[in-house]
């Protein structure tokens, strides 16, 4: 297996536009979890999804962000508009149950 | 509430041991985990144990528990410039879907 698979590696936007992040879970994997690291924050959970379904949203900063999963192999988070204070490392991650997590190599998102 | 706490961080010669200590709040925790994460990657799983173990030993680490005072360490014995990076703690959540509470991670510099 390849691993989680995140797109874009690196991702530079101007202020208001529209991002779309994406992954690929582990291929079996029934979680999903969208991170988001900052030197200030460190990891924060943002959405979670077990078997498709979101779980847990709480982390989510407020309704400019957004995530879906529309099968097992892909989910996205999308950020409508962008803004500056959301530039970070988002990480999406993979599980079976409640083994360990799978992370993927992340999305440096940079918001000018 | 869920919280992981780290120091972070920690600084030793190649050659030496590294203790890394964590504790949580969570006394029915699963499993309980170690990530590293190196420069411009995700984090990697590194190592776990149950919480009925007391100690797990895997080559170089050793993971030690107690879980009276929700104490977790990992123990890196021959530390190697190789091994700096960002050491992240973390706790399985009862009754959840794989959800997991990471610390805000610890920084090793091993100086050569």
């Known amino acids: 297996d390849a691993g989680v698979i995140q797109s874009p590696r690196h991702e530079v936007t101007e202020m208001g536009q529209e991002v779309t992040l994406r992954c690929k879970p582990i291929s079996g994997h029934n979680s999903l979890f969208w991170y988001r690291q900052t030197m200030m924050r460190g990891l924060e959970l943002l959405i979670y999804f077990n078997n498709n379904v979101p779980i847990d949203d709480s982390g989510m900063p407020e309704d400019r962000f957004s995530a879906k999963m529309p099968n097992a192999s892909f989910s996205t988070l999308k950020i409508q508009p962008s803004e500056p204070r959301d530039s970070a490392v988002y990480f999406c991650?993979?599980?079976?149950?409640?083994?360990?997590?799978?992370f993927g190599s992340g999305t440096r998102l940079t918001v000018v | 509430g869920e919280d992981v706490e780290q120091s972070l961080f920690l600084s030793v010669r190649e050659g030496d041991s590294s203790v890394i200590n964590c504790t949580y709040t969570?006394?029915?925790?699963?499993?309980l985990y170690w990530y590293k994460q190196e420069p411009g990657a995700g984090l990697q799983l590194l190592t776990y144990i149950f919480s009925n173990m007391d100690m797990k030993q895997d080559q170089r680490l050793t993971v030690l528990l107690n879980k009276k005072d929700k104490h977790l360490s990992l123990r890196i014995a021959d530390t190697q410039t190789g091994d700096s990076a960002i050491y992240f703690c973390?706790?399985?959540?009862?009754?959840?879907?794989?959800?997991?509470?990471f610390g805000q991670g610890t920084t090793l510099q091993v100086k050569p």
């Open positions: 969570d006394s029915s925790s699963t499993y």
């Open positions: 973390a706790e399985s959540i009862r009754g959840n879907t794989g959800k997991l509470i």
């Open positions: 991650a993979s599980s079976l149950g409640g083994g360990g997590y799978t």
